[in-house]
């Protein structure tokens, strides 16, 4: 009994800041062209994790996320988010990159 309970509080510390961090991107707007598992406007957020894995992007990708960019997952530009604070963009893509 003693097992099962602190599993369940185990998940339920290791769950909230992943849902932290999706309302994160939801109050920023992120989940119009993105969702978790399927792609929308823009590409899946488990799609860009696959395809950064093992690798050092993230500041790369925090920069990608404030001024926009184009071409790495086809036609549509992503635009800017500038005004999403830097502090915010730093956890999405940690976020991301750990799906």
Same mark, same amino acid.
Not at 18 to 41: G, M, P, Q, S
Not at 50 to 70: F, H, I, P, T
């Given at each position: 009994?003693?097992?099962?309970?602190?599993?369940?509080?185990?998940?339920?510390?290791?769950?909230? *800041? =992943?849902?932290? +961090?999706? %309302?994160?991107?939801? @109050?920023?707007?992120?989940? /119009?062209?993105?969702?978790?598992? !399927?792609?929308?406007?823009? *590409? =899946?957020?488990? +799609?860009? %994790?696959?395809?950064? @894995?093992?690798?050092?992007? /993230?500041?790369?990708?925090?920069? !990608?996320?404030?001024?926009?960019?184009?071409?790495?997952?086809?036609?549509?530009?992503?635009?800017?988010?500038?005004?999403?604070?830097?502090?915010?963009? !730093?956890?999405?893509?940690?976020?991301?990159?750990?799906?």
């Amino acid at each position: 009994m003693k097992i099962l309970l602190l599993a369940a509080v185990t998940g339920t510390l290791f769950a909230a *800041p =992943a849902l932290a +961090d999706e %309302a994160l991107a939801k @109050k920023h707007n992120c989940t /119009a062209c993105h969702a978790i598992d !399927k792609k929308l406007v823009g *590409p =899946a957020y488990k +799609d860009v %994790a696959a395809k950064y @894995k093992g690798q050092n992007v /993230a500041a790369r990708l925090e920069e !990608k996320v404030k001024k926009g960019g184009s071409g790495v997952w086809g036609p549509i530009p992503m635009p800017p988010n500038s005004a999403v604070p830097e502090a915010d963009i !730093k956890k999405l893509v940690d976020w991301v990159l750990k799906l």
